[in-house]
């Protein structure tokens, strides 16, 4: 198993292989499948992301149970459709398909974790944009969600990726960053070159706190996946055109394991802090759980 | 390093039903776990939540996923919303506490869960630590107090020396053994091994060892 960004790119690097061949290899060594079972499990991980991008932008789009979040993939679809946009088309298919994926998270709708279900659009986001953009094959799709689960190894095993011991910053932060360095590897750039991405992309959202609305997965975490979708790509772009972020990788990872330690717990996933404890955003958790719930 | 995410699955995956992977996924894990340790179903389900668990289970439906797990369900079954129902409608009593302090286990996603019958009563310390994943760090059965580090696999086996050298040899051949600790039953007459592996086992390994050790936990 590699314990570093650095050891990763290191035999990526020796045997001249992919960062997403490696991966597949560690996994049949390591987990005893054959190559053909973990690779059909990762096309059902896709199968379910795809499906649940579509779902949210099919005829009105989902809704939530507490009315706080949905619909609004679709409001973005029509806008595509009939606007011209700030940010260009290709940024804002990433933020439709990461609003679309958590608003159907939020309505308690099938999604797959990447790393977590809270932070499940950013890394689909980055993934169907650049297929469009790029025109990735199937197997070259597969390949990207092996490699961004790579990385995320690294990062999960290093520093962690809940939002209650690590702030949002490990979970929109670190699918930004998985989804970064993937980007990289589908658009032909080097293994380095990822593990730049990366560092770039989790510096980007250093700091970030959890602090959902009532304790629910709904706001702000749905439009934090559409910035944790942009950083991924200008984080994979920025790495592709040769910038470095001069901070290696590995001690990006321990900053952040380090950060989130010290956050106050307000704001790890208690729904106190942040926009959460707001004027606004209490006044919701009364109306949704009214007088019975902990913290006010 | 003591690695918690050992698969590539363990970050693209698990597939859920959401909001949230701790909460929710992580949710159903520790209540599969509590059901494997238990091994049946209860009549009493108690579940003390601490910290971020204790603030926001009601949102993020930790509540019937948990009970899910106890029933045996996997995170993506679509019975997992329906699950308190399910389990009262089978005549299991249900309760849920908000615990005012500290997690006992040190970790803010905690959830302690009270299985008891009329001739049995289990107790399992487990925390979501991201993800889907979980750690357990305590488990009270058969008078046993065992205090694991926490990352799974775990293999937990109750027996005599015999059944440890069997299981040794096992495990072995499959894995590597990362961690070994033995407990003593409360009146010292009986003995438990516990086996902290490095990867998750197949569903056809664990049926093979269980036919050999059929006392075998495998969390």
Redesign the interface.
């Known amino acids: 198993?590699y314990?570093s960004v650095k050891e990763l790119v290191k035999d990526a690097e020796e045997k001249g292989l992919s960062i997403s061949e490696l991966?597949i290899q560690?996994?049949i060594l390591?987990?005893?499948?054959t190559r053909q079972e973990?690779w059909q499990?990762?096309e059902?991980?896709l199968l379910?992301m795809q499906d649940a991008a579509k779902r949210g932008v099919t005829g009105k789009g989902v809704h939530?149970k507490?009315g706080l979040t949905g619909g609004e993939a679709v409001l973005l679809k029509k806008y595509r459709q009939e606007k011209t946009s700030l940010s260009g088309d290709v940024m804002l298919s990433a933020v439709q398909n990461a609003i679309s994926t958590n608003e159907?998270?939020?309505?308690?709708?099938?999604?797959?974790?990447?790393?977590?279900?809270?932070s499940?659009g950013t890394?689909p986001a980055i993934l169907f944009t650049i297929t469009d953009r790029l025109n990735l094959s199937h197997e070259q799709m597969v390949r990207f969600?092996?490699t961004?689960?790579?990385f995320?190894?690294v990062i999960?095993?290093?520093a962690?990726?809940?939002?209650?011991?690590?702030g949002c910053q490990?979970?929109v932060g670190s699918a930004a960053a998985?989804g970064a360095a993937a980007a990289v590897e589908a658009a032909g750039g080097t293994p380095r070159q990822s593990s730049e991405a990366l560092a770039m992309a989790i510096s980007n959202l250093l700091g970030l706190v959890c602090d959902?609305v009532?304790?629910?997965?709904?706001l702000p975490c749905v439009k934090r996946n559409a910035i944790g979708a942009g950083n991924g790509l200008i984080s994979a772009d920025m790495a592709l055109a040769g910038l470095t972020n001069k901070i290696p990788a590995d001690e990006v990872i321990q900053a952040m394991d380090k950060v989130g330690k010290g956050l106050p717990?307000a704001l790890?996933?208690?729904?106190?802090g942040g926009v959460a404890g707001t004027p606004t955003g209490l006044k919701l958790k009364m109306k949704?759980?009214g007088k019975k719930?902990?913290?006010d | 390093m003591v690695a918690n995410y050992k698969s590539v699955f363990d970050i693209i995956g698990p597939i859920m039903i959401g909001p949230s992977s701790s909460h929710t996924a992580g949710a159903v894990a520790i209540g599969r776990a509590a059901n494997k340790v238990f091994n049946g179903l209860p009549e009493k389900i108690t579940v003390h939540y601490y910290e971020s668990f204790a603030q926001t289970h009601k949102g993020h439906g930790t509540d019937y996923a948990i009970i899910s797990g106890i029933l045996g369900f996997n995170p993506d079954d679509s019975r997992v919303p329906d699950a308190i129902n399910t389990a009262k409608s089978k005549g299991m009593t249900v309760k849920f506490i908000e615990e005012k302090e500290d997690s006992p286990i040190n970790h803010p996603n905690t959830a302690i869960i009270n299985l008891q019958s009329i001739d049995k009563e289990i107790t399992l310390a487990g925390c979501s630590i991201g993800g889907g994943t979980i750690e357990v760090r305590g488990i009270k059965m058969d008078g046993f107090d065992i205090k694991p580090q926490g990352p799974l696999p775990i293999v937990l086996i109750k027996g005599n020396s015999t059944d440890k050298k069997i299981a040794e040899e096992k495990l072995n051949k499959l894995t590597q053994i990362h961690k070994f600790n033995r407990y003593s039953s409360s009146n010292k007459q009986k003995q438990m091994f516990e086996y902290d592996l490095s990867r998750q086992l197949r569903v056809d390994e664990v049926a093979k060892l269980s036919n050999k050790l059929p006392e075998l936990i495998y969390l």
Do not use: D, H, K, Y
């Not at chain 1, 390591?30 to 499948?33: A, T």
């Not at chain 1, 159907?104 to 809270?118: I, Y």
């Not at chain 1, 009532?214 to 709904?218: F, K, N, Q, S, T």
């Open positions: 198993m314990e991966m560690q996994e390591e987990n005893q499948g973990i499990r990762m059902q991980n379910v939530s507490t159907v998270n939020a309505s308690m709708g099938v999604v797959c974790a990447t790393p977590t279900a809270g499940s890394l969600l092996f961004a689960g790579a995320g190894m999960a095993n290093n962690g990726i809940a939002g209650a011991t690590g490990a979970e998985m959902p009532a304790g629910l997965v709904e717990r790890r996933e208690t729904g106190i949704i759980f719930v902990m913290g």
